[in-house]
């Protein structure tokens, strides 16, 4: 699959329902030959693509090429899908996002097989050159089974479908900043 970032991103837009109580700014950087940064910015519920940010971003997230070329592949237009695994999916609020930026850490998210994909998922304004504070790690049909709703991220993590490495404390800090109250 052959999907040009820019493109991509510059024509998002819509509704966004998980977060229509949210204004905020998310960075996307992406890695190789036609890539670059791009930032999602939410505002009364709808979702635009941008090259420029609205306001600070509460999270950046960074892949090569050819892992957002699979990951558009699993998701088409929804890239949000890889953070209900830590928005769940319900969605977030603006307390959630700020618990969550809050954190100062790196995750990484690594969908395997065939058609998976790594995702670096900052907890910070901008991407950071450093390894991964924690890894998740689980295969494409768990990863479909949680973006269609059919699994919770709490029940895959109790019976082994996602694995964690790492800082177990900061997967745990995840978990009570996205089920925090708002």
């Known amino acids: ?25 998310l960075r996307w950087d992406v890695g190789g030959e036609g890539g670059g940064t791009f930032y999602l910015n ?4 709808r979702l635009s693509g941008a090259e420029t940010a609205s306001r600070a971003p509460f999270l950046a997230l960074a892949q090569e090429r050819p ?12 890239p949000l899908a890889p953070l209900t695994l830590l928005t769940g999916r319900s969605g977030a609020r603006s307390a959630t996002l700020e618990r969550l930026s809050a954190l100062d ?8 097989g ?30 479909e089974a949680l973006r269609a709703g059919r699994l919770e991220p709490q029940a895959a993590f109790l019976s ?14 995840i978990a009570l900043a996205t089920l925090g109250g708002s």
Request: glycine share 8%; hydrophobic share 50%.
């Open 42 to 45: 939410f505002a009364a519920g």
């Open 67 to 78: 892992d957002f070329e699979r990951l558009v592949g699993a998701v088409g237009e929804q």
């Open 114 to 143: 065939e058609t998976g994909f790594a995702l670096a998922v900052h907890f910070a304004p901008e991407p950071r050159a450093v390894e991964p504070d924690t890894r998740l790690r689980l295969d494409a049909e768990t990863f």
């Open 1 to 25: 699959m052959n999907v040009e970032p820019r493109a991509y991103f510059l024509e998002l837009a819509g509704e966004v329902a998980a977060l229509r109580e949210v204004e905020a700014t």
């Open 105 to 112: 850490a790196t995750l990484e998210l690594r969908v395997t």
């Open 160 to 173: 082994g479908r996602i694995a964690l490495e790492g800082d177990v404390g900061l997967a745990m800090r």
